[in-house]
């Protein structure tokens, strides 16, 4: 089993940014990697970023050049900094551990950008 926590969500106006954690705990061992994905109502579950074991990065296309990944494995933590933000990054992004036998997700925080 794999816990995984999100903090950072909050209000902020376009322009802005911030910046996401997602710490991560229980069977460590078997996580191949960390990401973020997103989530408005009515809508699917979407890639943001994700960063493997082997620090490889991938981003969706609406974040490309705005959102960077990171991860400090000494703290089993995740970080999603995003600047420039937009009114349509408005969502609940949610934290996610790609690990065998099964992915994990955390319960999400709320990230909202106003015009």
């Known amino acids: 089993q794999v816990q995984l926590v999100e903090s950072g969500g909050g209000l902020v106006q376009a322009g802005g940014s911030l910046r996401l954690s997602c710490v991560a705990s229980?069977?460590?061992?078997?996580?191949?990697?960390l990401g973020w994905y997103r989530q408005t109502p009515g809508k699917r579950r979407e890639l943001v970023a994700t960063?493997?074991?082997?620090?490889?990065?991938d981003y969706g296309d609406s974040v490309k050049g705005r959102f960077t990944i990171s991860r400090d494995n000494t703290k089993n933590t995740v970080y999603l900094q995003m600047n420039s933000l937009k009114p349509e990054d408005t969502a609940l992004y949610f934290c996610t551990a790609m690990a065998i036998p099964m992915d994990y997700w955390g319960k999400g925080t709320l990230v909202a950008v106003s015009s």
């Open positions: 229980g069977s460590i061992f078997s996580i191949n990697g």
């Open positions: 960063i493997s074991n082997g620090g490889n990065i």
